[in-house]
């Protein structure tokens, strides 16, 4: 596997369709695609940030951060369709987000998405409080984890 980071912007072809993958994906594991948590137009490319990941020029994963609260940032719609790939991904949107400033980042997902929950404990993420529309939202678990150079 010969995996490549390309910063795009949520419009970017790869980006789109991908993101179209992953709608199918959590419908069929939560009842829900997800897409009501993130609105493409308030995407600011001065606070935000956007990545695509390749194996020999075919989009295999995606993700993306935005602005959460002074010093932190909230990874969104994160996908990978190729083993190893998310964990490049994960890799690679926390190092720009330092770039960017952010000490820490945070995020959601459904408790029932085993999965996703193990992946991110397995990158150093731990239950946080819940934040935003999550707050009372049992079916909802929030991480968090501090980001260091």
Known sequence: MHLKCNITDPGCEEFSALVQELNVTLKAITTDT?????VRD??????DGCIVIYDQDIAVACGLFRKHHNESCE??????KVKGAGSYLI???????????????????RRVNKLAINFY????????????KYV????????GKALCN
């Open 121 to 132: 404990k397995r990158h150093g993420y731990s239950e946080i409080e819940a934040y935003g």
């Open 91 to 109: 890799t690679q949107l926390e190092s720009y987000a330092l770039q960017k400033g952010y000490e820490r980042a945070v995020l959601s997902t």
């Open 75 to 80: 990874l969104k719609r994160m996908f990978s």
């Open 34 to 38: 997800g897409e009501s948590s993130f």
């Open 136 to 143: 009372h939202t049992d079916r909802s678990i929030c991480l």
């Open 42 to 47: 308030e995407f600011c490319p001065s606070t």
